[in-house]
């Protein structure tokens, strides 16, 4: 069994309006000095195999064809 974690983020430059609504959030709240505040998901995955290598390869089809839109997210693979 393969533990995976798979984080993905909205790439520089894509408007992030949930991460601006946290922010004002933070501030409203009294955390003063939080900088831009950018929002992610993160995906835990548990693969029945003992091939790290095809673990990740079947990762990145995971994220390719539906854990990330690679044309406004970009995604990182943690293996562990």
């Given at each position: 069994m393969i533990k995976a974690r798979v984080t993905v983020t909205l790439k520089n430059g894509v408007l992030d309006p949930q991460g601006k609504a946290i922010e004002g959030a933070l501030g409203?709240?009294?955390?003063?000095?939080?900088?831009?505040?950018?929002?992610?998901?993160?995906?835990?995955?548990?693969?029945?195999?003992?091939?790290?290598?095809?673990?990740?390869?079947d990762l990145r089809a995971m994220c390719e064809k539906l854990l990330a839109n690679t044309?406004?997210?970009?995604?990182a693979i943690s293996i562990g």
């Open positions: 409203t709240l009294g955390f003063s000095g939080v900088g831009e505040v950018r929002q992610g998901k993160v995906f835990d995955l548990e693969i029945d195999s003992t091939d790290k290598a095809a673990a990740e390869t044309v406004i997210e970009n995604y």
